[in-house]
C-alpha cells in the first residue's frame, strides 16, 4: 500500500531553517524563527536589493474531483530547477483550515514533491490567518461600536457591507442577527460571516508592498455607507492602525522547506474563485530578489487564478512571467469528456477527444490573450495508456505548444527534468506580458472584456441591482481599477456543471462590490458563495493525535 501524504512527509529529513536561508542567501540577521524549521523573513534588510529572477507561473485546466496536482507539480519544478543546478525558490499560498477540515485538502503537495512541515503548514503555521481574522473582526467590532455610541458618521446600519469572518467552513454563519438583546448589547441587525481567505483583508496583505502601504490599502477599505450614501472606509473609523499592529508581523514571508531542502516562501491565502487567488506580492518579489527562479502557482484553473495573477497581481506589483506551466492529468480530461469518476482509469480515448477542447482554451488563452510561451504539464498517473498522452501530446502540438509528462509525486524533482528543461527553454524565449483588458476602461467592458476573451463567452449580463451597482461605482470614482472575477472554478461557465469549453453562453453578474484597499472591483456571478460549508464526511473526521503527539490522518 503507497504511503501517504503524512507518512512521506513525516519520513522527511529537514535541514534547520538557519540552513536554508543560507541556502536562498538570507542574511541570518533577517530571520526570525518559529522552531526549528520555520522562520518569518523581515525583508526590511532586503529592501535595497534588485530583483534578478525570471518568474515561472503554475496554472491549470479547470479543476475536477479526478484532481490536478498544481501545487505538486509546482513544489516538483522548483525541485527539477535546483536539481538542474538552477538557484530556484518556490512561493506558494498558505492553506486555509476550512478545506483542510473540509474536502479540498491542504495546499502542500503531495507524494515526493511536498513543502514541509506539512502538519504545520496545514494547520495554524505562524498564525497568519489568525492575524487577519483578528484585524478583520476588531474592525466589525469597531464599526458596531461607533454606531451603537452615537453613530458620528450617520452610518445607515441597513448599508453595512464589512462582514466577519472566520478560517472555517461553517454554513450556518453565512447568515445572521445579532445585536440581540439589552440596549447595551448593541444595535440588533442583519449580519453574516465570510471565511477569512475571502476577507479584503486577505487581498491587501497579498498585495501590499510593505507596512506602509499595508496601513494605507486598509484605511481605504469601505466598510459601510452613510444615509446619504458617502462612503465609510476603515480609515474614518481611525481602525487602520491598530489592525497593522496585528498584521505587523504576519506580513513578514514565511521560510520552510521542500522535501529535497530546497527554499520555499509559504505565505498569504486568497481563494480564487472569490478572491484574487496568489501568495503574498512581499513572497514573490522577495524571491526575486535572491533566487535565479522562482515557481509559483495561481489558484484554480487559468480562467481564474491565471486571469487574476495576470491582471491584478502583475499589474500592481510590476512583474510578469517568463514562463507558464499548464498543469492537466488525462484523468481530469477525461472528465471533461463525460467520464464518470468512477470509471476514469479505463483507456477511453473519445471522452479524452472530448475533454482536450478545456484544455486547449486555456493554452490558448494563455499564448494569444497574454501573450506567454507556455508548456503543458501532464501530472502523470499509472493509469495513462500511452494512446492516451500521444493523443494529449499531438492536440498541444497542433497549437505549436510542447507537453512534458511531470512525474514528480512519485520521484519528487528527478520526475521533474523534462519539465525543468522546456520551462528553461522557454524562458530563454523573448516575451512581453499583454493585459486582458485596459485599466482605464469602463467596469463594464472590463467584465466583458474577461468574459468574451477568456471565457469564450457571447456577452455579460447585469442583474437590475448589479446595475444600480454599477451606476454608484461609477459616481464614487471606482471606474478605472481593475476587476476580481467571483466565478465557479469548474467551468469557463458560471455554471459549475458545464464541462469542456463550452459555447453559446452567457455570463450574468449578480452582484458588484468596491474592495478598495486592496485596488479592485468584485464581480459576483453565479451561485458563489464567500463561505463554504463542510461535506457528508468531512476530512477531519479522520484526523486525529496520537500520545506521543504525532498527528495522522491528515491526506
Same mark, same amino acid.
Given at each position: 500500500?503507497?504511503?501517504?501524504? $503524512?507518512?512521506?512527509?513525516?519520513?522527511?529529513?529537514?535541514?534547520?531553517?538557519?540552513? $536554508?536561508?543560507?541556502?536562498?542567501g538570507i542574511p541570518e540577521e533577517a530571520l526570525e524563527y518559529y522552531g526549528r524549521t520555520k522562520a518569518k523573513v523581515n525583508i526590511h534588510s532586503l529592501k535595497d536589493v534588485q530583483r534578478k529572477g525570471k518568474l515561472i507561473l503554475v496554472t491549470a485546466i479547470n479543476p475536477t474531483p479526478a484532481g490536478e496536482g498544481k501545487t505538486t507539480t509546482s513544489v516538483g519544478l522548483a525541485d527539477a530547477l535546483n536539481l538542474v543546478g538552477k538557484n530556484t525558490i518556490l512561493c506558494l499560498r498558505e492553506p486555509s483550515l476550512g478545506p483542510v477540515f473540509g474536502v479540498k485538502g491542504g495546499a502542500a503537495g503531495g507524494g515526493y514533491a511536498q513543502v514541509v512541515p506539512m502538519e504545520d503548514i496545514n494547520l495554524h503555521f505562524?498564525?497568519?490567518?489568525? !492575524?487577519?481574522?483578528? +484585524?478583520?473582526?476588531?474592525?466589525?467590532?469597531?464599526? @458596531?461600536?461607533?454606531?451603537? #455610541?452615537?453613530? !458620528?458618521? @450617520?452610518?445607515?446600519?441597513?448599508?453595512? $457591507?464589512?462582514?466577519?469572518?472566520? @478560517?472555517?467552513?461553517?454554513?450556518? *454563519?453565512?447568515?445572521?442577527?445579532?445585536?440581540?438583546?439589552g440596549a447595551g448589547d448593541g444595535v440588533a441587525r442583519e449580519d453574516g460571516f465570510d471565511i477569512t481567505v475571502a476577507s479584503e483583508i486577505m487581498a491587501v496583505f497579498c498585495l501590499a508592498t510593505d507596512l506602509a502601504d499595508l496601513k494605507a490599502r486598509l484605511a481605504r477599505m469601505v466598510v459601510a455607507y452613510s444615509r446619504s450614501g458617502k462612503p $465609510?472606509? !476603515?480609515? @474614518?473609523?481611525?481602525?487602520?492602525?491598530?489592525?497593522?499592529?496585528? &498584521?505587523?508581523?504576519?506580513?513578514?514571508?514565511?521560510?520552510?522547506?521542500?522535501?529535497?531542502?530546497?527554499?520555499?516562501?509559504?505565505?498569504?491565502?486568497?481563494?480564487?474563485?472569490?478572491?484574487?487567488?496568489?501568495?503574498?506580492?512581499?513572497?514573490?518579489?522577495?524571491?526575486?530578489?535572491?533566487?535565479? /527562479?522562482?515557481?509559483?502557482?495561481?489558484?484554480?484553473?487559468?480562467?481564474?487564478? +491565471?486571469?487574476?495573477?495576470?491582471?491584478i497581481k502583475c499589474r500592481a506589483a510590476g512583474i510578469e512571467p517568463s514562463a507558464v506551466v499548464l498543469v492537466a492529468t488525462v484523468r481530469a480530461l477525461k472528465y471533461n469528456g463525460g467520464?464518470?469518476?468512477?470509471?476514469?482509469?479505463?483507456?477511453? *480515448?473519445?471522452? &479524452?477527444?472530448?475533454?482536450?477542447?478545456? &484544455?486547449? #482554451?486555456?493554452?490558448?488563452?494563455?499564448?494569444?490573450?497574454?501573450?506567454?510561451?507556455?508548456?503543458?504539464?501532464?501530472? !502523470?498517473?499509472?493509469?495513462?495508456?500511452?494512446?492516451?498522452?500521444? *493523443?494529449?501530446?499531438?492536440?498541444c502540438n497542433e497549437l505549436g505548444v510542447n507537453v512534458a509528462l511531470s512525474e514528480v509525486w512519485a520521484k519528487g524533482g528527478e520526475g521533474g527534468r523534462a519539465l525543468a528543461e522546456e520551462v528553461l527553454r522557454l524562458a530563454e524565449q523573448p516575451s512581453?506580458?499583454?493585459?486582458? /483588458?485596459?485599466?482605464?476602461?469602463?467596469?463594464?467592458?472590463?467584465?466583458?472584456?474577461?468574459?468574451?476573451?477568456? /471565457?469564450?463567452?457571447?456577452?455579460?449580463?447585469?442583474?437590475?441591482? +448589479?446595475?444600480?451597482?454599477?451606476?454608484?461605482?461609477?459616481? *464614487?470614482?471606482?471606474?478605472?481599477?481593475?476587476?476580481?472575477? +467571483?466565478?465557479?472554478?469548474?467551468?469557463?461557465?458560471d455554471d459549475a456543471t458545464k464541462l469542456g469549453a463550452p459555447k453559446d453562453f452567457r455570463i450574468t453578474v449578480r452582484n458588484l462590490k468596491i474592495s478598495a484597499g486592496a485596488g479592485f472591483v468584485v464581480a459576483l456571478t453565479g451561485d458563489i458563495m464567500t463561505m463554504p460549508g463542510l461535506p457528508k464526511v468531512p476530512s477531519a473526521e479522520k484526523i486525529d493525535v496520537t500520545e506521543d503527539g504525532k498527528i495522522v490522518g491528515l491526506f
Open positions: 500500500m503507497p504511503k501517504s501524504d $503524512i507518512e512521506i512527509a513525516q519520513e522527511a529529513t529537514m535541514l534547520p531553517i538557519a540552513e $536554508i536561508a543560507s541556502k536562498a505562524t498564525g497568519d490567518f489568525h !492575524a487577519i481574522g483578528a +484585524a478583520n473582526n476588531l474592525l466589525a467590532a469597531l464599526l @458596531d461600536n461607533h454606531i451603537k #455610541q452615537g453613530n !458620528a458618521l @450617520d452610518i445607515d446600519p441597513k448599508k453595512i $457591507i464589512w462582514r466577519r469572518c472566520v @478560517d472555517m467552513n461553517d454554513r450556518q *454563519l453565512r447568515n445572521i442577527v445579532d445585536g440581540l438583546g $465609510i472606509t !476603515a480609515g @474614518d473609523l481611525n481602525a487602520q492602525g491598530a489592525m497593522t499592529a496585528l &498584521l505587523k508581523d504576519a506580513i513578514k514571508p514565511n521560510l520552510v522547506q521542500t522535501l529535497e531542502n530546497n527554499p520555499a516562501f509559504v505565505h498569504g491565502g486568497p481563494f480564487a474563485n472569490i478572491a484574487h487567488g496568489c501568495n503574498s506580492v512581499l513572497a514573490t518579489t522577495t524571491a526575486l530578489k535572491l533566487a535565479d /527562479y522562482v515557481v509559483t502557482e495561481a489558484g484554480f484553473g487559468a480562467d481564474l487564478g +491565471a486571469e487574476k495573477f495576470l491582471d467520464v464518470p469518476k468512477a470509471e476514469l482509469t479505463n483507456e477511453n *480515448l473519445e471522452a &479524452l477527444e472530448a475533454g482536450l477542447p478545456n &484544455l486547449l #482554451q486555456h493554452v490558448n488563452n494563455i499564448r494569444t490573450v497574454y501573450g506567454l510561451p507556455v508548456v503543458v504539464a501532464i501530472n !502523470a498517473f499509472p493509469t495513462d495508456t500511452k494512446a492516451e498522452l500521444d *493523443l494529449v501530446e499531438a492536440k512581453t506580458l499583454s493585459y486582458a /483588458y485596459d485599466v482605464n476602461q469602463s467596469i463594464e467592458e472590463k467584465i466583458e472584456a474577461i468574459a468574451t476573451e477568456i /471565457y469564450h463567452a457571447d456577452g455579460v449580463d447585469f442583474t437590475s441591482g +448589479a446595475r444600480k451597482q454599477l451606476e454608484q461605482l461609477n459616481e *464614487l470614482g471606482f471606474d478605472k481599477l481593475p476587476i476580481c472575477m +467571483a466565478k465557479t472554478q469548474y467551468s469557463f461557465t
